[in-house]
């Protein structure tokens, strides 16, 4: 198991930024891709970001591209992803998930696994 846990979310104004983090407990993370995904209220779980584990390749949902940065660093076993821009629709909770089958494309909730808890991201005025 590679136990994933996120944080970082909050109550941010539209315009504003956050910045999330998704941590592993030792070194399980290290080669694997992984991938962002939001929930909102009512909607099903949708992809945001991935990145692959040397952080060579990064994939954006078109719906983020441009505002959201993905990145990583290996070394802290953590994963980040800087969201800029916030707008009132990327409320949601976002959780972090390892690419453990590569069955479909990047962005299928159906090749990941180890889901973290989730943290809440809220843009409101």
């Known amino acids: 198991q590679v136990p994933l846990v996120e944080s970082g979310g909050g109550l941010v104004e539209p315009g504003g930024s956050l910045r999330l983090s998704c941590a592993a407990s030792?070194?399980?993370?290290?080669?694997?891709?992984i991938g962002w995904f939001r929930q909102a209220p009512g909607k099903e779980r949708e992809w945001v970001a991935s990145?692959?584990?040397?952080?060579?390749?990064?994939d954006y949902a078109d719906s983020v591209k441009g505002r959201f940065t993905i990145s990583r660093d290996n070394a802290k076993n953590t994963m980040y992803l800087q969201m800029n821009a916030l707008k009132v629709e990327d409320t949601a909770v976002y959780y972090c998930?390892?690419?453990?089958?590569?069955?479909?494309?990047?962005?299928?909730?159906?090749?990941?696994?180890?889901w973290g808890q989730g943290t809440q991201v809220t843009v409101s005025s």
């Open positions: 998930a390892a690419r453990i089958t590569y069955v479909a494309a990047v962005n299928a909730l159906k090749d990941y696994g180890y």
């Open positions: 030792g070194s399980g993370l290290l080669y694997y891709t």
């Open positions: 990145i692959s584990w040397g952080s060579t390749s990064t």
